[in-house]
Structures are given as structure tokens and as C-alpha cells.
């Protein structure tokens, strides 16, 4: 039998075009939602809508670049006038940082595209989409539900050597999560973080390159394989997408094979 | 030995005065600004989370910067709980909080081979002018602790030699009234 817990329901992917967002978009269109794929480029986007389309699902592109708050309201605004309505927003776009020493770091160059695509943008994706959320929270039981995902990373829990300042821009989404939470708890809306590790075109790229890194992860991962974008992460987005999760709101899932057992 | 007191406010200035430690030290105190809670997110402008989110957190960055190159051994980075916890109205506040409590680790990795250790001390919101019921109810015992509990203990054996062996943690240190 087919799931489509989502049917009828209107989602908006950020950063869509590729890598974990293109598995969200995938796994949510599967279960019957409209997937808006927000992308920064039409190059990267155009892709997934024909790739959904073609397996049967929903799809359309909108060009938004997520670190730019009115880009973002055009976004919200354009589905709701497509679809008439927007229920689940998965913020998963971000720009990643480069390795660099903390005492070297520079604001310009290893902080502020992080912060930009990883906590404005949050809080622009959260203020765009909110009165909508709070009105699909407002329809009859099993027809609505708003949903706010955003995507973290157990490196925002943990910290990180590699890249210092990658960590503080995913701590943030976690804060974000649990104070709205708190907030739209009173209106039905969830609002939770994924934090996964997952075969990204990044991460498969770095196992090209360096084959006993893939060796490493896969080494120290309970499970002993990276995450797939669309069945292992896709779901646990689908899960928090669907009334399933109703009574589920400030948590953390992360998603990594058992790599990260700190929370 | 003095410590290093980076940050203002009425917090900064009690552990400026009162902390004492036997090597090197720098604490941070983190410019979480509680007296602003923005009642619907729809209120919170992009101005509001540059001034409440992104010039304090870049502070806390140079911040700890500064700790490292003046030769600090220790180096403890002082937040509310709000940001483990969440807070209504507080959205920017709390992932301020929280993005600071978090490079903490960071720098605690990075540093750890140098001998620098880097620990968080979360305390009472009401430092920070936070009203504790932001993060819900809060219990009745512990809460008759509001106001009394001092963090000048914590944060003073943070910055001491007995302490060499702790670094990345964040000390909870608020009389139990987030836990």
C-alpha cells in the first residue's frame, strides 16, 4: 500500500537542488506532498522537480537564496499562492565553512556565510512561514499540522576541530527549535532539528578523494555505513512532517548510525 | 592572581571583583541582552537579530581570540541557561547563548594540545535579565534559590590549577532551577 501521510499537505525544502535536501524532498513528495524545492540555483533545482515528477510526485522550483530575508518571503509567498497553503518548512540550506584555526579566523571569511545560512536564515524561513503553519495547525485533525524542521548537525552538539566556527551556527538552530517550541507550542506547531550524517555530494566527493576517510567514519558508526540521503534521512523528515510526530516539539534526532551517543 | 574579565554588565563586573585564580585566566561573560523578548517572532527584525544575535556572538569570537593571544590558560565563557533550555520570546537570545556555549568545544579541542583548557558556566537568567518562566515552570525548591546562588566558586576553580583536567564541560550553576 502506498504511504501518503502527506497528502495534500504543501512543504518548502531549502537547499533542495542537492545532498540532504534533495533526499527530504524525495521522501516528503513520496508520501504525497507538494514539494517546493528552494534552491538557490535553477540548474540544481530543476533536476529533483523532474526527478519527483517523473516518479509520480509533486514538485516545483522557486530560486531563493535563504540568506536573504526578502528572497525568503518571496518563496513562502509564491507557494501559498500556487497551492494556497504551506504546512511543513525544512530549512536544510547552508553554506559550510572551511578548516581553519580558531585564533586565525577571520569574521568575514570562515563566519559570516554560516551565520547568514544557518541562523538568519532559520529565523527567516521560521518568521516567513509562521502564520501559515499556525493555520494548517487550525484544520481538522488529519488535515493539517505545522511543521518546522531545521536541519542541524551533531557537530552542533559536540563541537568541532576541524571547523570551530561550523559549530556555534548549528548550536543556534538548536536553541532556535526549542524556543519556538515553546512558543508555537500554544498553536499546534512543532518545531524540531535532524542532525545527520549522510552520503551528500560533499562527503562522497571527500570518499573520492581520500577512500580511508569513508574507511574512518564507517569504522567509528555502530551501524557501519553513512547515512542515505532519502531513505535514512528522508523518513526521519517525513516522520517529524507527519501527525505522527504531533507531540514531538523542541527535540534533536540525529541520524548518523548510532555515530554521535552523546545527547 | 587577577583574572581577566572580558564583557559588561552588572554580571561582569561582580566576577571582575570577586574571582579569584592561581594561573592565567580570561572568562567571558557573553552580551545576552535579556531585556528584550519580541512577543511574536514576527516582531523580530532583521536589525533585532544583528543587534541581539550576530554583533554579540562575533564579540564572544574576538573575545576568545583575545583570550588566547594574551596567554590564557583557562578561559571560561559564561551564558544563561536559556540557551540549553529555549525561551519564549528570547529566539535570538538563546541561540546567542547557545552558539557561544557550543564553540566552547570547539575551542576546547583545538586548545587542549596547547594546555589551554575552555569551559562554559551557565547560570541563572535573571543575570542576564531573563525571567526564568521563559523556559516554563520551574520547581518550587530550587526556585527559592533565585538570587543567592553565586557563580564566583565555579568559575574561580574553572581558572585554577586543580582544574587542568576539565575542559569542553559546561557547569550548570543555577541552584537547580533548569535541569
Known sequence: MSDLRLKNRVAIVTGAGQGVGEGIARRLAQAGA???????????????????RSAGGSAVCIVTDVSVSRSVDECVEQTVQQFGRLDIMVHNAFM?????????????????????????????CARAAMPYLISSSARPAGQGGGRLILITSPSGIEGSANIPLYSPAKAAQRAIAKSLAREWGQHGVTVNCIGPVAGSPALLGAFDRNPALQ???????????VGDITRDIGSVALFLSSDDSSFVTGQTIICDGGSFLGL | MSVTVLGHGALAEFLRSEVQCDTPSTVIVVGVDGAVVVDSLLDLTDEMIDAMYEQPMQQVIVNLQEAHARGSHRIVVVVPTTGMSGGVGLVAQSALAESARVLVKSAARQWGQAGITVNAVAVEPHWFDIDPEVSGPVSIAPRSLVGQVSPVGVVSWLCSQTAGDITGQTIVCDGGLWM
Open chain 1, 215 to 225: 574507511s574512518a567514519i564507517e569504522a567509528r558508526t555502530p551501524l557501519g555505513r
Open chain 1, 34 to 52: 507538494v514539494v517546493v524545492i528552494a534552491a538557490r540555483r535553477a540548474e540544481t533545482g530543476e533536476p529533483v522537480v523532474e526527478s519527483i
Open chain 1, 96 to 124: 559550510g565553512g572551511i578548516p581553519h584555526k580558531l585564533e586565525q579566523a577571520q569574521i568575514d571569511k570562515h563566519w559570516t556565510s554560516m551565520s547568514r545560512t544557518g541562523v538568519w536564515a532559520s529565523l527567516f
